[in-house]
């Protein structure tokens, strides 16, 4: 059946209505970023660069790295943004814009976050590369499909309970990376974690500045929690809507973070740029090997 105009919108260039990109213009290995200037930093390393297209807070490139092609697109900050972001992504390469109708045989994307985050936890310092292992999202986006199968509901009962969860707060899901993207992208310069996906950067991250947040100790209580060994090891804004998304659209997913502040000790890296220009870089040389 076809997909309806006011579900799937296409501009009058035959591209998708956010990212303005075609199905040609992007690679089977996706890198998101949240900023749309390190796009470039990304793609100033590729080989070739055959498609340069940026709308709104979305800027794509896609060219090839040591022979190999490679799309690197910008998603914004906010698992809203993943929203759109990876449902157009996979309309790009599953839907036949032509007859509207849903692809026969499917394409799953490999997807890779370079991200920067900040620890909890005094032992993962900063400048570290933190690969999210699992993420536990405090936003709703899962909730508004149908994901319960996909999710570690045993991990986010144990979360709410061990937190004193307020209930007015969105119920936490948890979600996995993908175990063969983990295993590629793992290494002696990587430590892997359990990342908080939070809804803002502020009050949602325990930061007070002119307003008082609803639990104080939150991030306390966070970086406590212990679940058969498995503890919350660092706090962004996107990579559990990253992981929730890839898995119900059959895609894999991981999340790379160059750890910028310790919330623990206090700490904020004195060269932030140049730890996430070697995350780049340690990234396409391991999606190479």
């Known amino acids: 059946m076809a997909i309806k105009e006011s579900e799937l919108i296409i501009n009058p ?24 200037d390190r796009v470039a930093s990304v793609s100033k390393h590729f080989d070739t660069i055959e498609v340069k297209k ?5 800027n794509t490139h896609t060219g090839t790295f040591k ?17 759109i972001v990876f449902n157009e992504l ?24 370079i991200g920067t985050s900040g620890s909890i936890q005094e032992d993962i310092p900063i400048n570290s590369f933190l690969i999210s292992d699992l993420a536990v999202g405090f936003d709703s986006l899962l909730h508004f499909y149908d994901s319960e199968k996909f999710q570690d509901l045993e991990v986010s009962k144990a979360l709410m309970k061990q937190c004193n969860w307020f209930s007015k707060k969105s119920e936490p899901y948890v979600v996995k990376a993908d175990k063969g993207l983990v295993d590629l ?22 930061r007070i500045l002119r307003l008082q947040t609803q639990d104080n100790n939150l991030n306390d209580k966070l970086s406590q929690f212990d679940f058969n060994g498995l503890r919350i090891t660092n706090l962004e804004m996107e990579t559990a809507g990253i ?5 119900l ?9 160059a750890i910028l502040a310790n919330r623990a000790t206090g700490k904020f ?13 340690y990234t396409l040389d391991k999606l190479v090997e």
């Open 249 to 257: 659209l059959g895609h894999k997913s991981i999340s790379l973070n």
């Open 67 to 83: 022979g190999k092609r490679i799309t690197v697109i910008s998603t914004g900050i906010g698992t809203d943004n993943i929203d």
């Open 269 to 281: 890296s004195k060269n932030p740029t140049g730890i996430v220009e070697d995350l780049i870089k």
């Open 243 to 247: 992981y929730g998304l890839a898995a």
């Open 13 to 36: 260039d035959g591209s998708i209505y956010h990212l303005n990109l075609l199905p040609k213009d992007i690679a089977d290995t996706i890198i998101t970023v949240g900023d749309p």
């Open 185 to 206: 992208l793992s290494s002696d310069k990587t430590v892997n974690g359990f990342t908080a996906t939070n809804v803002g950067f502020y009050g949602p991250q325990g």
């Open 54 to 58: 940026h709308k709104r807070e979305f």
């Open 90 to 113: 996979d309309a790009l390469v599953n839907i036949n814009f032509k007859t509207r109708e849903i692809k026969k045989e499917l394409t799953s994307l490999n997807i890779i976050r």
